[in-house]
C-alpha cells in the first residue's frame, strides 16, 4: 500500500470507525489501543501511559466567570464587605484563568472534574550513532462543537469576546478598588457595562459541554495518522543519526494534559529533542502550514534553526505549496514542548485565507478531508526529518 493509502486506512479508523474521541471518553481510549496494535504489527513495541486530565476545555472559563457575576452581585448589593469580597474573588478568577491559559497548575485544575486518559508512544531509534531526537506529536482526542466554532463569524466574535472579557475584567478591578476611595454614583453604572462581556462568555462556555464531540478527522486524525505514516518511513529508510518518538497524545483540546504528562514522565530521555506537532492536516485548500508562532495569550516562538530549514524546503520545493503563518487565540501540544524547552515547530494546516477548515464543526468528517494536502504536509515533514538527519544540527 502506498502511503497515503495507508494513512487514509488510519484517518477512516479513527474517524469512522471509532468515530468522536472526546478527552477521557472511551472513544480515544479505543484510538490509543488502534494506534498501538498499527506499531505492534510494524513489530515495534509501543507503550500506552495512562495519567488523569481535566475532562473539559470551557469548565473553567464557565467557573472563572460565574465567580466574577457573583463578585459583580455581591458589590453592587453587599456594601462595604460585598466590595470587599468582589475584589478577592475577581482577583482569585482572574488569576486562575491566567495560569490556564499558560498551561500551569492552579486552583480550578485541582477542583473540576478529572477523567482518565493515555498516550500512546514508540521510539525508532537510529541505525548509527545518535545524535538527535525528533519527536512526532498528533492528538487522538476531538472537541465538541460549540456555537463559538458555528462559522467564521462566531469564531471572529469568540476571539474579540475573550479579549474583551479579560480587558473588563481588569476594568471592573479597578473601578472596585476605585470604590473603596470615591463614593461616585458612575463606577456601579460602569461595572455593569464592563460585565456584559463577562454574562455572555459565561453563557458561551456552560453551553458548550452540552454539545457532542466531533469525529475529528481533519482535527486530528490526519495529524495522528501522518505520525503513523512517517513511522513508517523511518522503517523503510532507517535513519542514520536521529532517534525518532512517536505520540498519539491524550486530552490536547481541554489543555494539552497528554503532552505534558508525556514531556513530564520522558524528559530525562529526550532533553534538548526537537519537538515537532502535527495538528489539523487535511482541511480542503489548507497548508501545509507551519507556525512561526502560536499566542495564546502569551506568545510560544518555534525554534528560529527549524523555522530557517522549513523555509528552505518551502522555497525549494514549491510543488508542495507551503508557507508559514503565526496562530493566534488557539494552541497546539507544541506550546507544552516549548514550556518544557524543548525545540519546536508546529504544523497546523490554515488556509491562505487563514481559515481552519471544519475546525470543531460537524462537518470534519472523513469525507471533508482533503488527500492532496494530506500527502503534501506529509512529504513536506519527512523532507524535514531528513534534512535533520543529514544536518545533525
Ligand atoms: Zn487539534
Same mark, same amino acid.
Given at each position: ?100 491559559? =499558560? ?41 465538541? =462543537? ?164 522549513? *523555509? ?6 514549491? *510543488? ?74
Amino acid at each position: 500500500m502506498s502511503e497515503i493509502e495507508t494513512i487514509k486506512k488510519h484517518v477512516k479508523y479513527l474517524s469512522v470507525t471509532i468515530g468522536p474521541r472526546g478527552s477521557t471518553t472511551l472513544g480515544e481510549k479505543q484510538a490509543a489501543a488502534y494506534v498501538a496494535n498499527v506499531y505492534s504489527n510494524l513489530g515495534l513495541s509501543p507503550i500506552i501511559e495512562p495519567f488523569r486530565s481535566a475532562k473539559s476545555a470551557w469548565l473553567p472559563f464557565a467557573l472563572g466567570t460565574g465567580l466574577i457575576l457573583v463578585g459583580e452581585v455581591l458589590y453592587l448589593v453587599g456594601g462595604f464587605y460585598g466590595l470587599l469580597f468582589a475584589i478577592l474573588i475577581s482577583v482569585f478568577a482572574l488569576s486562575s484563568l491566567v495560569l490556564e491559559l =499558560m498551561f500551569k497548575q492552579n486552583p480550578f485544575r485541582l477542583i473540576l472534574p478529572k477523567g482518565d486518559s493515555q498516550n500512546v508512544s514508540v521510539k525508532i531509534p537510529s541505525e548509527g550513532l545518535s545524535k538527535e531526537t525528533v519527536i512526532l506529536i498528533g492528538h487522538l482526542d476531538t472537541h465538541r =462543537m460549540p456555537i463559538a466554532y458555528k462559522s467564521q463569524r462566531w469564531v471572529a466574535f469568540f476571539r474579540s469576546l475573550t479579549t474583551t472579557t479579560f480587558a473588563s475584567v481588569i476594568l471592573l478591578l479597578i473601578l472596585f478598588i476605585a470604590d473603596i476611595f470615591f463614593e461616585w454614583i458612575i463606577i456601579p453604572l460602569l461595572s455593569l457595562v464592563f460585565i456584559i462581556p463577562v454574562v455572555f462568555l459565561f453563557l458561551m462556555a456552560s453551553f458548550a459541554d452540552m454539545t457532542d464531540y466531533t469525529a475529528g478527522a481533519n482535527d486530528n486524525a490526519t495529524g495522528a495518522a501522518i505520525v503513523i505514516g512517517l513511522v513508517e518511513r523511518v522503517l523503510k529508510a532507517p535513519l542514520q543519526n536521529t532517534d525518532i518518538w512517536a505520540v498519539g497524545s491524550g486530552c490536547e483540546e481541554v489543555g494539552a494534559y497528554g503532552a505534558d504528562a508525556w514531556i513530564k514522565k520522558h524528559i530525562h530521555e529526550v532533553e534538548g529533542a526537537i519537538f515537532l506537532t502535527l495538528d489539523n492536516l487535511g482541511g480542503k485548500g489548507a497548508g501545509p502550514c507551519y507556525l512561526k508562532k502560536e499566542t495564546l495569550i502569551f506568545p510560544f516562538e518555534s525554534d528560529p534553526q527549524l523555522l530557517k530549514i522549513a *523555509d528552505k524546503i518551502a522555497a525549494e520545493n514549491p *510543488d508542495l505549496g507551503a508557507f508559514s503563518r503565526e496562530m493566534k487565540a488557539a494552541y497546539t501540544d507544541g506550546a507544552i514542548g516549548n514550556k518544557a524547552g524543548l525545540r519546536c515547530l508546529t504544523f497546523v494546516n490554515y488556509t491562505p485565507a487563514g481559515v481552519i477548515p471544519d475546525w470543531h464543526q460537524p462537518s470534519d468528517v472523513f469525507e471533508n478531508v482533503d488527500w492532496n494536502v494530506v500527502q503534501r504536509t506529509e512529504e513536506f515533514v519527512w523532507r524535514l526529518i531528513q534534512k535533520i538527519d543529514s544536518d545533525k544540527l
